[in-house]
C-alpha cells in the first residue's frame, strides 16, 4: 500500500557506473499522482540511464527505486508491469504484425500470457488508437507504416496499458507538429486524471509545458521544480551554456515559455 500522499514511484540516491564512470551520481526523486515530469538535460546528463532505473531496467550500484511503497526489485514482472509502462528510444515492435495486435500487448499484463484480452481491454486498445489518431491504419502491419505513423502505434501500446506510473524516453521521436502537440496534451491529461508521468525530452519548449521539471547535468540534478519558478529556468540555461534565452508566451490563459536558440 502507499502512504495517503506518498510518491508513486521514488529514486532514493541512485547511482550508476559506466566504464568506471558514475553516469548518475547520488540522483534522488519522488514522483506524485496527477504530476507530469518533463527530464531534461545536455547529451550525457543521465536523463535515460535514470528513466531506465525508475522503470527497473537497470540496477543501480547504490540506492533504490521504490514503485507504489515497495523496492522495485521486490516485484514480480508481470506486478511491475501492471503498474508502470516504460516506452524507450529503441522500442521493439515484435515482429511484422498488425498496429491493433501491436498495441494489444500493452494490456498482456493484465490478462496474462495464457489468458484471453476481454471487453476492457478492446475498449482501451480502441481509445489508445483513437487517441493517437492511429485507427485509419489499425490493421496495417507496421512494416507497412511510415516512422511517424509506428511511433503513434507504440505510444498507443503505452497508453492502453493504463498504468499508474508512465515512463517516456523521447515520446516525440518522428512526429510532426499537430502530433507532437497532440502527444503533450496526453501527458498532461493522464497525469492530471491520477497518474505520475515521466518524460525525456529534449524540445525544450515541449518541456516548459510539463507540470514540473528536473534538470540534469553530469548525472546530477541541477534543478527540480515547476517552469514557473525563476530558478529552474536560470538553471535550464546554465546547463545548455546559455545557447538559448527562455521567453514567456500567453497562451490558453495559463503561463508558458519558449526557449529560442540565440544564434
Do not use: C
Not at 535514470?50 to 515497495?70: K, N, S, W
Not at 493517437?132 to 507497412?144: K, Q
Not at 509545458?209 to 548525472?219: F, P, S, T
Request: cysteine-free.
Amino acid at each position: 500500500m502507499i502512504a495517503a500522499g506518498g510518491p508513486l514511484l521514488e529514486a532514493r540516491g541512485v547511482a550508476v557506473l559506466r566504464g568506471g564512470r558514475r553516469v548518475l551520481d547520488g540522483v534522488s526523486a519522488a514522483f506524485h499522482s496527477g504530476e507530469w515530469t518533463a527530464v531534461v538535460g545536455p547529451n550525457g546528463a543521465g536523463k535515460s540511464t535514470l528513466l531506465a532505473v525508475l522503470g527497473g531496467l537497470l540496477h543501480p550500484v547504490e540506492g533504490e527505486v521504490r514503485l507504489a511503497g515497495r523496492p522495485i526489485r521486490d516485484l514480480t514482472d508481470r506486478d511491475r508491469a501492471r503498474r508502470l509502462t516504460w516506452f524507450g528510444q529503441t522500442s521493439s515492435h515484435e515482429g511484422d504484425i498488425a498496429a491493433r495486435e501491436a498495441v494489444r500487448l500493452g494490456r498482456l499484463p493484465r490478462f496474462g500470457l495464457f489468458g484471453a484480452p476481454g471487453a476492457a481491454d478492446d475498449a482501451a486498445v480502441a481509445a489508445a488508437l483513437e487517441e493517437t489518431e492511429s485507427r485509419s491504419f489499425a490493421e496495417r502491419r507496421l512494416g507497412e507504416l511510415s516512422g511517424g505513423e509506428r511511433q503513434r502505434v507504440l505510444l498507443s501500446r503505452a497508453f492502453a496499458a493504463e498504468a499508474q506510473v508512465a515512463l517516456y524516453d523521447e515520446p516525440t521521436i518522428h512526429l510532426d507538429a499537430p502530433h507532437q502537440r497532440r502527444l503533450i496534451r496526453s501527458l498532461l491529461a493522464r497525469a492530471h486524471r491520477g497518474a505520475a508521468v515521466v518524460s525525456v525530452l529534449h524540445d525544450l519548449t515541449l518541456a516548459l509545458a510539463a507540470d514540473r521539471l528536473i534538470v540534469m547535468a553530469e548525472g546530477r540534478i541541477s534543478a527540480d521544480g515547476a517552469p514557473a519558478l525563476d530558478a529552474v529556468r536560470a538553471a535550464l540555461t546554465a546547463v545548455f551554456d546559455h545557447s538559448f534565452a527562455i521567453l514567456p508566451l500567453n497562451s490558453s490563459g495559463r503561463a508558458r515559455w519558449a526557449a529560442v536558440p540565440l544564434i
